[in-house]
């Protein structure tokens, strides 16, 4: 006998429609999950939403023999972005092999080799330009942070430098913001209230993307490189199955959707800071590494080093665990028998039951907190993801970059810039909390980001 999912009480006709704050679903998600645990859902006007917030649940509808990624809701919407790109390409979209097979060997862990002078060398200028900030050294964790990702993802994926870390921020961190956060909010919407009061918005933000994207395919054709890089695939390369390129537009859809996938990688990196404030024992630890590793202000780091930094990465990965940065992803039953068969689809062995056709999202914040795996789980602790300790991690919880052939098609760029940045912070700066009592809290839409924290960034120490 399978037992009911839990839901919220809700009010009549109306559902859940309160226990979703459309402004932060992602922290009502996460206070949902606190409270009924590995699954819970909500019903809005009719129509169910499941959330999986274990890690036992989790690990079972990543399995692609039974489960795929759902294309629907913000996914869909930012659809009006980017089209059948990576991220938002349906299932049956042949697109999405096309695309996958041309632009994944350009961010595979030996192409990316190549760009990390570039990524350490970006590094090097925010961390110049902070030390000669001298007592107006108060700075946005994630504003920095999200200026730095833009410049290294432009430059080591396109070839150009923008040039954003300092002036008027980059119009395509704007243009990001309110694609996203028009692509969540829509779905909450009546249609008519999108397309008369918010349509300007997204129009606009969509624009200000594409004018971006466009731009990069102008420089480059106005500058011909020898450079092997994800700019030079999208242009030239063909499908080696199928011998297909992209189209003009597939080209502008995958140019924009990598800085905002690439955007979830500052967001890690705030976070991170905030947990290495509330715990200097880590800090201490990390620099002992870096300085044996690198040597203090004396030997060049290099990408060779990064291997050899397993604490460095211990903190990225408990980051990625304790940030959610990337909060969740969304997943669907495989039609069964063609579709014919629509009997309720079982999961935990029975002990639940959804419809054939049930979304449902993974919450992360609930699945990487899970207290059936880790010991005081909320606790910042790098040690559990190093060496054997992580490798006995259940899969479940290592679903920070999403599954199966949707997983993040940038994961190596995002470890390696989240290592070699952090490396370069911690070698070179002390941080200290502009407010001593900072709590932290997180908002965002495709990611999370700490809000209004705010440190001070100075030389370090000697
Ligand atoms: C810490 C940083 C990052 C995290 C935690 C992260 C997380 C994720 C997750 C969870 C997914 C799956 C989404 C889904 O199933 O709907 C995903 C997909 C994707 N990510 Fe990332 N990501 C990060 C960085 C990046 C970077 C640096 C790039 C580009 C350079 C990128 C590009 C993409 C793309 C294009 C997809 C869609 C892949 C597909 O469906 O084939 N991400 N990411």
């Known amino acids: 006998m399978s037992q009911p999912i839990p839901q919220p009480p809700g009010v009549p006709l109306l559902g859940n429609i309160f226990d979703v704050d459309p402004n932060n679903t992602w922290a009502s998600l996460k206070k949902l999950s606190e409270k009924y645990g590995e ?44 089209h059948d790109a990576l991220f938002t390409a349906f ?54 942070l999200n200026r730095l990702n833009l410049e290294a993802t432009v430059l080591t994926l396109y070839g150009k430098k923008l040039n954003c870390l300092e002036g008027p921020e980059h119009p395509m961190l704007k243009g990001m913001e309110d694609s996203t956060s028009e692509a969540m909010k829509r779905p909450t919407r009546p249609g008519l209230l999108n397309w008369l009061v918010y349509g300007s918005k997204f129009k606009t ?70 947990f290495l404030l509330r715990n200097p024992e880590v800090i201490t630890r990390a620099r002992e590494e870096l300085d044996s590793v690198i040597g203090q202000g004396t030997g060049e780091f290099t990408h060779a080093h990064l291997a050899q930094l397993p604490y460095i990465e211990g903190i990225v990965r408990e980051s ?31 002990k639940y039951q959804v419809a054939h056709n049930q979304a449902m999202i993974v919450v992360l914040a609930g699945v990487n907190r899970d207290p059936a795996v880790f010991e005081e789980p909320l606790a910042f602790r790098p040690e559990r ?60 839409w495709f990611n999370l980001r700490p809000v209004d924290f705010n440190v001070r960034v100075k030389p370090r120490a000697s």
């Open 39 to 82: 699954i819970f859902q909500i019903k809005v006007l009719g129509h169910t939403v499941v959330f999986v917030a274990g890690a036992a649940l989790a690990e079972e509808i990543c399995d692609e023999k039974r489960f795929r990624k759902y294309v629907g809701g913000p996914i869909v919407e930012i659809r009006y972005a980017v």
């Open 385 to 444: 993801m190093m060496g054997a300790a992580f490798e006995a991690l259940p899969a479940g919880v290592k679903k920070w970059f999403g599954n199966g052939k949707r997983e993040c098609i940038g994961k190596h760029w995002a470890w390696q810039w989240s290592m070699t940045t952090l490396a370069k912070l911690l070698m070179e700066v002390d941080f200290e909390m502009v407010d001593p009592d900072y709590k932290l809290e997180q908002d965002g």
């Open 320 to 350: 990625l665990r304790l940030s959610f940065a990337a909060p969740g992803f969304n997943i669907e039953p495989i039609p069964r028998a063609g579709g014919k068969d629509k009997s309720p689809v079982l999961l935990g062995g029975g």
């Open 205 to 274: 933000g969509t624009k200000t993307m594409r004018t971006f994207a466009k731009e990069m395919v102008t420089h480059r054709k106005e500058n011909p490189t020898p450079r092997q890089d994800l700019l030079a695939a999208l242009l030239n390369a063909k499908d080696p199955d199928t011998g297909t390129a992209l189209t003009e537009s597939q080209v502008i859809d995958e140019i924009v959707s990598m800085p905002i996938g690439s955007s979830t990688a500052p967001a890690l990196l705030a976070t991170a800071i905030y």
């Open 91 to 144: 299932d049956h979209e042949a697109s999405w092999g096309i695309a996958h097979r041309i632009i994944a060997p350009t961010l595979s862990p030996q192409a990316l080799v190549e760009h990390f002078t570039e990524m350490r060398d970006v590094a090097s200028e925010l961390i110049v330009k902070w030390k000669a900030l001298g007592n107006k050294n108060e700075v946005s964790a994630v504003g920095q």
